[in-house]
């Protein structure tokens, strides 16, 4: 399950230097690139990585390197010596578990974000780490292999069509596209919390059960996961408003506080879910209380009545030889109809009492 | 409902771009204009905004634009064209979930904030969101549309009738008036928050059932909704209280301190209603408890006496041929006063542990 | 009941300006007077608040003025028109819902604090808004009507006396004498709740029952109440210590700044008594579910031990005609002997399980 | 029980002006006086604290002054005159409820701490208010009176014996060792409630009973009480390691920032009692909801085999003559079969639901 | 058990410098030491502490001293008398429960932290205190002697193999390299516990048992016990990452950030266990509330359906001598049937209330 706190030890940085074997294994991963101004485009898939060298030094244009695959050590290695990228955000590509981050080298800004998406199917939240960096004429996007696909596929639209000017802006432009749909897509996954919150509320007090229980937990679960991530990402957005105006103009910042509304806003809501979950789960222990309640007076009704009744009956059923009632003509009767008082008096208590 | 969390993705801002229609639709939304200075008024209605456009450059007078539908996109673009206004903010404008924010743009400011009213037949809270501009001589206010009326009544009243002195004060001091007039609009909706938590607190001791636990979710859910509208609101007077000097006199900021003192107000009392709706659920729980320990009372109590009482009788209800006691000439009566000395002995025993 | 969040919505500034009456309804407000200095005092009491106006220019002189109703709006208002005070004060002086603040103005501070008095007789806490203006050469103090009495009588009493030196001093130290007395007020407040808090916890574990509930809610009511009032307050004191020199002189913030201390201090116990509070009710639940376990023992063990035996009694009343045992000269005492042994062995049970 | 909120309204400063009589009662006090430098050691015990008054020009040297009974108002107002402390400070040194703080005066610094002890016989923690009074060339220290012996005599032994070096610096680190032996101390008293928190938590899953309760709400009281000690122990330290160059030395300094890492580890330690007191509560709640389950399981397995099956014999206790199986020759040990196999499948239906 | 939050005294600097024995106790400790440049490479192991002071002044090499037993107070006080370290250092050395701290001295840095390890075989968690001292050519690290083993091994590998260009630089980065591998060893810690709140969580909900309870109390004690070790920490690597550039170069800096980065991850993750455990805690309670609830209602269902039966045949085992049904030739049938038609709309009564 995406879901769960999945904690693999970070891949240390000494073990990558260790250990990191002199492979030459072919290198089959996708690598795709746009590479555009306002006027032209190209766009290209490729292999050898050695193909996106030619762009490094093209000042005028913007190229964005897109990499499906980090677990392909040596292509990224190759890639950041090539670009001059320091070794520790190597490292920081390859391990899948870094907290969003962003890191401020020489002339080139390294991001991590988590990317959420929602799995229909499975009804749950999938995670995948997504690794920025910017250089002033670059962005270089770093995606997980063993997911598929990604949200990316609207801002490819806009780069071939020319719409939206997204081609006359530069790098920075390009990143907070980039960064604005991942966030975007955040509110889909509230909205399908959200959904199933409203959904499960209704219900839960009117029916509480232990599947409700077991749906409560694992939204409440789903939130402490979205929590972590988005919490560090809007630190990292507002650095990215604040600081490093070499590399962001600041036309582009007005749209980076944009998205940084949008974060806080995501952050409003996950906050409120939390609270809303935190109340459900009383508000089920509640019901079940009640639920209780209501089972132990239909018990205590049942025995308040039948036991003394039990009891009278029991009273005549004795074999002593010298009961006068016995012999009485109407005795039964009598006790019968002193039965049926008992009874009703009783109805009539619990009945005042609010327990019928 | 509307204290439900709902939420939409955002109107991405690419979106917009991208997919804006080029509509030519016919643009009937309510445009309400108030031009006035100290000693001349004038107030319209109309459907073309290009009948706005001649306010613009009117710098001694003050202008009000009033939009009463954010469906209007094109009407919107062409107002904000004219004005100069950011494409970002005309997004915000349009979108309907944003959270209370300030942003500053060159010339003017863009505030959206929630205004809140009360139903007072569906028992519930409306929010709507209104986005302001504010120029050196003019302000805009936005309203979505499918809401019913607004709270600016008092307002316009007073611009008609000159008082109060609104109309010798620049277009900053009305902002404070609509703005003051839309917190002091909160204030009726936690008074009858406080109204309807006072009336459940008097009977969630005596008779807690689970229709007061719905009331009182419903309490918390409607006060977290608050909460999210009031805090953003208060980080968006106070920025506008310490700068933006350029826009707002410093006559009108300790008018707007006053404003901002109301909105902490607010957050106070949201802040102890959560603590005393806390406790309500906390005393809900041991209500119950208490009540369950009383039938659990009864139930045992009953069960003590009778149990014993109706074993005696089935002793004496026995075939066995050799009974000396069945036929002793007051058997039967011994036993009967038996019965009633165990009964008297439990039932002291039981008001000595005040369980009656 | 005074300790519950009321909540009026705080009479508008624009209310106040439109609606004004021009009344020149009988002034019979109680204002009093001290005007004194080292050497001389002058106490008076006058409905005509004209002759307050001639100590306006004493400037080697302090002049408190202390009004006790602020619904003579009228008057308040000549008052403060005539010593240069902002309209927004005078609107904060007559609305009695205000947060505890302190508002600068160009020659004179505006301090709201609240007064509380615990009402012995009916074991709840008064609060009462007082209004401070001071001024460089007088304080103003605005206390509500409705309110019996004040706590100000020793500092009246120093005044007159000459006790203490109060008279050396200018008017920032009699603002810093007021405000100490109400807020060593509020320890008064704090004993009488820690003894009740004393008073309950003995009985909690011991007694739980529904009217210890009640208290508790009360007194974690009165608790939220207290601190909605104090909080601000310590930052209102706080800024009167740092800022404002030129009303305040170093040797009074000596003082104030112990008024500060005092005041961190109250609210130290208030967050200690709400954290004990808070233990209570869990301690409490606790004791409820401890006797409702005690109290289903007892029903278990009476059960246990009579619902086997009744069935063997129950065996012998029947009927059928070969039953070799009923014929047994001593199945009779046998069957009882069996009885009490299964009793004993049962309550040996239970003993050993520590149930009885 | 010291280790109550014990609130009294603090002497008032205004009381202690006016009210102070002009007593010329014996003044039988314990003053004691250690006066030294790194040759030299003078030790002396007096009533007259004229006595004190030569020390005060001595500034080579460093005198001790520590006063046992702070009910000697007129001996610790005397002294004060002579060393020229504020009339406030005098007040904070009589009303023993102050909270720990530090105040700076022109030439000496005013600390007021709160010395702990664990009281072994009662089970308890008493609270001692010291205050200190540092200045160039000497340390006061004012010691409540009815409270028995202080954590001095270590400091006290190595002045006499000038071991450790305490005689080679000056008043500033004498004040540094009798603040760092107070706050040593703090450590018994969280050793002896770790012990006691240890102790409990074994017993608490086992055997939850309301004793355990009580035991539990006192060890959160006592928390809460140290809490409310320490915190602003720590302000108090972190401010005289900053600040107060020209009375504490660089060479004191490092020293002091060694207690200040004790005091930051006490409220840490303090703080993780907390969070396993709390769930140490939650821990006894469903300690107690499990046994009540398996106190019901119980119940409920006796009722569900024994109303069966004296239901059966009920049947044939009836006295109807029309009945067939009474005068089946195997008839009664066909029932009591039946019953023996009805028993038997319930046992093994409750073994299966692990209720057995 | 290690993670119980065990307290020592402090070892008290006045002790210390007090009762230090002259003792001339054989000092039998590793001390290990690994002296190293590019080039070269020295490894040795020696008790004679002398052997040491010689690579005190070899400025272009880097001496790691590795002390592996804390209790050689005499050995540690020549090191530090040697390398001119504060007497107060040496103090924090030598008692093992320091929080983890950065402290500033002339020319080196003391660094306390803890160092976490797993112990598969108790399942639970080991802590050992280690204390760095960075010089500008050295680094000292001393371990706890009753623990076993460390985490260092790999960059001892490192060293000696010169891998991973550690012996390029200087002592900061074998600081770092140090810290960076106790750090990492924190995810191991997390990812066992990790394992165990997945392992224990699925079974919760289906089957509460107070061995879950126990397990999950332990769990709640460990997440506490890191959170005391790492919060601190990340405090001082934030504080070694911007400070002291003297002793730590720009290129190590880098490193440092990396490392800080990984504190901040351990902190996230460990905040979220806190969340998890206590919604699991809820989850448990909430479970046994639903086991009790189906617990009752198996009794209630068999109470309602045998009681009116036991009634039933009550009434016909009585004695009277006119019971007209006894006669009639079906009674005995009719009353069975009876008997059966009640239990049957029993039956489908709770089936229809959903308790079957």
Redesign the interface.
Known sequence: MEN???????F???DY??NFPDSTKNLDADISIFHYDEATIEEKKFNEVEECFIYKDKDKTVTWIDVDDTSQIPLIQKLSQNYGL?A?LV??IICA???P?L?EYNNHLFIVVKMLTYDNEKQNINSEQISFVLGSNYVMSFQELDKKGDVFD??RE?IRNS???IRKYGADYLLY?LI??IV?NY??I??KI?ERI?DM?GRL?TDP??SK??DL?RL??EV??I??SVW?LREVINKLERDYSELITDHTK??I??VY??T??VI??VE??R??LA???????????????S??????V???I??????I???????????P????????FI??GVCGVISFLMLSFFRKKR?L
Not at 295 to 300: D, E, N, Q, S
Not at 313 to 323: E, K, L, R, S, T
């Open positions: 769960k706190p999945h904690l693999q030890q970070p240390s940085f000494q230097q260790d320091h520790l490292e920081d578990d870094q907290r981050k890191d609207k801002v806009r719409k939206g000017k596209a604005d749909t975007d509110f889909i509230l909205e959200g409203e509320e007090i059960n232990p229980l077991r937990y409440k679960r402490i996961f929590r972590k560090p007005i749209y506080k944009d509304d949008h806080v806003q409003d809501t409120s879910y609270d809303i109340s459900m789960l009383d508000i089920y222990l509640s019901s079940i209380s009640n639920k209780m309640n089972v132990m007076k239909v018990l205590t049942i025995s308040t039948f036991m003394p009744l039990t009891f009956v029991g009273v005549y059923g004795m074999n002593f030889q010298n009961m009632e016995l012999k009485w003509k109407y005795g039964y006790v019968l327990w």
